[in-house]
């Protein structure tokens, strides 16, 4: 079985999509990691965010893998914890933008899901990656409460930050996301959304997983 989620930044997808795979005994493949991986592998080798065949010849010789769940690994080098250092999290929306990135990626992201029942998260999963996926869910929530969670998350690793800077912030990729040539963030015909705007993470998994089971 496959399991689509696709939704903006900061709707609570991931931990969504974590639980759910962990629920059902599924694998959870997080494909944002794994452009987040290319980039920190383009920027490290000084490539240009803006060099659409050089990223393109990086992403065909990188192998981006995951081991253990969710430890990614980019040409054996694990990168768990660099791929969300702010440099990366500013860059990569430039690299996911280029439809020929894009292309390898969408392939390596469907081979991984020949292997198992899946639950994969991101961006075009539903439209791009698995079409044929049996569940499609669209997860998000206001840019209001996305900015406000993703600020709790900052104030506790004690990074000092403001409200309205985030907020513009989200808009900001929002607009990238929904607006790219190729696998653009978009509410689908069979997409079932859910707005966690006022739900807790539990709340939305438990609805998951009723539509899930219910067949
Ligand atoms: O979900 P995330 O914030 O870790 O994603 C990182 C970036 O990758 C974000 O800019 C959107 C992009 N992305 C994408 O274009 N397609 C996907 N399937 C997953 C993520």
């Not at 253990?68 to 914890?81: H, L, R």
Request: with cysteine; glycine share 6%; charged share 25%.
């Amino acid at each position: 079985m496959k399991i689509a989620i696709d939704g903006p930044a900061g709707a609570g997808k991931s931990t969504i999509a974590r639980k759910i795979a962990s629920e059902l005994d599924f694998v959870y493949i997080d494909t944002g990691a794994m452009y987040r991986a290319l980039t920190w592998e383009a920027l490290n080798k000084g490539i240009n965010t803006n060099d659409a065949a050089a990223l393109q010849k990086l992403a065909l010789s990188s192998d981006i893998h995951f081991e253990n769940g969710q430890q990614i690994y980019c040409n054996n080098i694990n990168v768990t914890s660099d791929i969300r250092l702010p440099r990366i999290t500013e860059a990569v929306s430039g690299v996911a933008s280029h439809p020929a990135v894009r292309e390898i990626m969408v392939e390596k992201q469907q081979d991984m899901a020949l292997t198992a029942d899946i639950v994969m998260d991101g961006r075009d999963i539903g439209e791009c990656v698995l079409p044929d996926a049996e569940y499609k869910f669209f997860i998000t929530a206001s840019i209001e409460e996305r900015a406000r969670r993703r600020m709790k998350e900052l104030q506790a690793k004690g990074i000092a930050c403001d409200l309205q800077e985030i907020k513009n912030d989200i808009a900001a990729r929002d607009q990238s996301d929904m607006q790219r040539p190729t696998g653009a963030l978009k509410i689908l015909d069979d997409s079932i959304i859910i707005d966690t705007s006022n739900l807790s993470i539990d709340e939305v998994a438990a609805r998951l997983y009723a539509i899930i089971r219910e067949g």
